[in-house]
């Protein structure tokens, strides 16, 4: 059974920096892609930022410039730098992975909450 774990998740003050870590397991197959996306009351599940298994990278314009994903092939985890953060980043950040089998896996979300 896969599975998908976030964790780094907290209160932050705007302006603040926050690293979220996400550990998959469970597959025999490889990951594709593997990214984080959020989710903030009211509003659609939007793209944070992918990477791919190369190493190929794609944020979304709200944080664009604020944000670094990175990844460990061996591991099968990724990271997420964000910096300077806004109010409005406020919101449940999920760990997705695609594999190549081309099943596709969600985490539970962990909450981030940008406030002073």
């Known amino acids: 059974q896969v599975q998908v774990v976030e964790s780094g998740g907290g209160l932050v003050q705007p302006g603040g920096s926050l690293r979220l870590s996400c550990v998959t397991s469970?597959?025999?197959?490889?990951?594709?892609?593997m990214g984080w996306y959020r989710q903030a009351p009211g509003k659609q599940r939007e793209l944070v930022a992918t990477?791919?298994?190369?190493?190929?990278?794609n944020y979304g314009d709200s944080v664009k410039g604020r944000s670094t994903i990175s990844r460990d092939n061996a591991e099968n985890t990724v990271d997420l730098q964000m910096n300077s953060l806004k109010p409005e980043d406020t919101a449940v950040y999920y760990c997705?992975?695609?594999?190549?089998?081309?099943?596709?896996?969600w985490g539970q979300g962990t909450q981030v909450t940008v406030s002073s």
């Open positions: 997705y992975a695609q594999y190549s089998n081309s099943r596709e896996y």
């Open positions: 990477i791919t298994r190369g190493g190929r990278t």
């Open positions: 469970g597959s025999i197959f490889r990951i594709n892609t």
